[in-house]
């Protein structure tokens, strides 16, 4: 049964810095892609970052391009998200996502941790 593990949430001011952890079982994790997303109150389930099995290709929203960066250590199952210069407007219920493709589409992703709060205060 795969599950997807994510910690490393918290209260930060803007400005400051946190790292996402997702870690990964029951599937052949340097067989997927995987990915982040973020879901906000009153609003749709977002793309953040993706990367590739490999690390080859990495995607990125618009919104934190320059300020997030994905990276997965497939030895440890593990994919992280580091986020500087956060900003209010980051605040949201992260997940991690797992797919066959690399996407930035939530209907490519087939498995989903159960998210892990961030919430960035002025």
């Known amino acids: 049964q795969v599950q997807l593990v994510e910690s490393g949430g918290g209260l930060v001011q803007a400005g400051g810095s946190l790292r996402l952890s997702c870690v990964a079982s029951?599937?052949?994790?340097?067989?997927?892609?995987m990915g982040w997303f973020r879901q906000a109150p009153g609003k749709e389930r977002e793309f953040v970052a993706s990367i590739f099995w490999n690390e080859n290709y990495i995607r990125y929203a618009d919104s934190v391009a320059g300020r997030f960066i994905i990276s997965r250590d497939n030895a440890k199952n593990t994919v992280y998200l580091q986020m500087n210069s956060l900003k209010p407007e980051d605040t949201a219920v992260y997940y991690c996502?797992?797919?066959?493709?690399?996407?930035?589409?939530?209907?490519?992703?087939?498995?989903w941790g159960q998210g892990t709060q961030v919430t960035v205060s002025m």
């Open positions: 029951g599937h052949t994790f340097n067989s997927y892609n």
């Open positions: 996502a797992r797919s066959p493709h690399i996407s930035d589409r939530r209907d490519q992703y087939n498995s």
